[in-house]
């Protein structure tokens, strides 16, 4: 869920400066497509998994500690 959640406001922000380059669309795309995967997913796993408050907020569900 929360991948979902971040990946438009990270494309919006990559793209705002990709589309300023001199390069092709397809090298922009490109770019845009895996900057915007690779950022959204560290955010996740950075910043969310990790916080059991933030985890709430996102809806996920608390961890289980294993013996």
Do not use: D, N
Not at 7 to 29: C, D, R, T
């Amino acid at each position: 869920m929360p991948f979902f959640v971040l990946h438009q406001p990270v494309i919006i922000v990559v793209s705002y400066f990709i589309v300023q380059w001199g390069a092709g669309i397809l090298a922009k795309l490109l770019v845009v497509v895996v900057g915007s995967f690779l950022i959204a997913l560290g955010l996740v796993e950075l910043l969310i998994r990790p916080l059991k408050p933030i985890r709430m907020l996102f809806g996920m569900i608390a961890r289980t500690r294993k013996r």
